[in-house]
Every structure is written in structure tokens, then in C-alpha cells.
């Protein structure tokens, strides 16, 4: 009767090592798989964050006086049209004409001594993507990076919140220009073509009308690399 109580006494023990290793095992192997699990979604929020800020680099930004048609000598008007430019009937609107993609030659044309630049705009201007707006501006900036504060994504557009001096210099501007088109500019292109319906004293501006708020996210972080320290 002794033998077979020292006997169940030492099965129990060996049962309770058997646990003991099979519990560390268990715990050692969630452990691992934990770390495992964890650095895969660790690598996927930077591979996520790494293909959203792929298009952020550091650009050439600015605000420019529009040219309208009317105010385009006969003789440039006819160089332009010479280049594929179909020009825009109504004079008050505040682009020169239209062009397909293919017709790039005219962005080519040296009107410096006119005081005139031609860019196109972005987005096209039609759902096929093959025209897109031809628009005249006076080369040198009005504003640039360095009168602005900070830009910030909202929804589809950019808002624009210029420095202690560009807010001053804006709000001069404005009162100034009222009922004129000014372009936004980043990288020889144009974004938007507002009209300056009156003096703004807020020190605030904004690139509207932008393919989506992706595009508009993308734009303000790349401003705001770009401003000046």
C-alpha cells in the first residue's frame, strides 16, 4: 500500500513537470507569434505611410497676374495660333485658349520681352484628358513661399495661411485688384484661377477645385516642405 502511494505520488510530480514545460512552450510560442504578428503590421503602417508621401518633394510655388486676351497684341495672338492654340472667344475669361496634350510647342515660346509667360493648367479639362487651358501670367511672382505661414488640406483644396508680412502684402493686394484673376502656380503649372472679389484681411487664401483630397493632401505637405525656415 506504501509502494502504490509513492508511485502515485511520483506520477502526479512528472504530470505537473509535463505541464509546466507544455505551458512554457505554449507561452513561448504566442509570445513569438505576437512579435511576428506585430512587426508585420509595424512594416505595413510604414509601407502604407511610405506610398502615401511618395509624391512629396519639395516644389517651386506662386501667385502670378493673369493675361487675358484682350490684352495680347495682334502679332502674339498669331504666333500662338500658329502653335495649335485655338483661342478662347470670350476675352474676359481668364486663360488665352486650349490645347491637346500632344501640343506642347507653344509652352515653348519665349514672350519675355511681352512680359508674358504661357503655362497650362492642371486638371485637363475634360474627362478624356486631352486639352488642356493655356494660361498667359506676368513671369514675376506677386506672393511666393516666403510670404506664406503654413498650407493645410481641406477636402479637395489647399488652404493657404500667409505670414505677419503676406498678410499685410495680401490684404494690400487684394483691396487693390478687385475683380481681377490671379493663377496659383506650382511647378510651371496652374491650379486654380480665382477671382478677387474683394480686400482679404484674414491673411488667407486657397487653391480650389482640386482632382480630390488625396491630390490637395499631397500638395499642401509638399508647400510646406518647401517654405523656408
Not at 28 to 43: E, P, Q, R
Not at 53 to 69: D, L, M, R, T, Y
Amino acid at each position: 500500500m506504501k509502494f502504490m502511494s509513492i508511485l502515485l505520488m511520483n506520477i502526479l510530480k512528472n504530470l505537473e513537470t509535463i505541464k509546466n514545460k507544455i505551458m512554457k512552450t505554449i507561452k513561448s510560442l504566442t509570445m513569438k507569434a505576437l512579435f511576428i504578428v506585430s512587426m508585420s503590421f509595424l512594416f505595413f503602417l510604414i509601407s502604407c505611410d511610405s506610398q502615401t508621401n511618395i509624391n512629396v518633394q519639395k516644389v517651386v510655388f506662386g501667385i502670378h497676374e493673369v493675361v487675358k486676351v484682350n490684352e495680347l497684341p495682334v502679332a502674339i495672338i498669331d504666333t500662338i495660333k500658329s502653335k495649335g492654340v485655338q483661342i478662347e472667344s470670350n476675352s474676359q475669361k481668364p486663360f488665352l485658349g486650349y490645347i491637346t496634350t500632344k501640343d506642347s510647342l507653344v509652352l515653348q515660346l519665349d514672350l519675355s520681352k511681352e512680359n508674358i509667360k504661357l503655362v497650362k493648367m492642371i486638371p485637363m479639362t475634360n474627362e478624356e484628358q486631352k486639352y488642356c487651358l493655356i494660361v498667359g501670367i506676368r513671369p514675376n511672382t506677386v506672393f511666393s513661399l516666403s510670404s506664406i505661414k503654413k498650407t493645410k488640406a481641406n477636402g479637395n483644396n489647399v488652404e493657404i495661411y500667409f505670414n505677419s508680412k503676406g498678410t499685410t502684402d495680401w490684404a494690400d493686394f487684394t483691396k487693390q485688384n478687385i475683380g481681377k484673376s490671379i493663377a496659383f502656380v506650382i511647378d510651371n503649372q496652374v491650379y486654380s484661377i480665382p477671382i478677387i472679389n474683394g480686400e482679404i484681411k484674414q491673411g488667407i487664401a486657397m487653391i480650389t477645385g482640386l482632382n480630390n483630397e488625396s491630390v490637395a493632401k499631397n500638395i499642401s505637405e509638399s508647400l510646406n516642405l518647401s517654405i523656408p525656415k
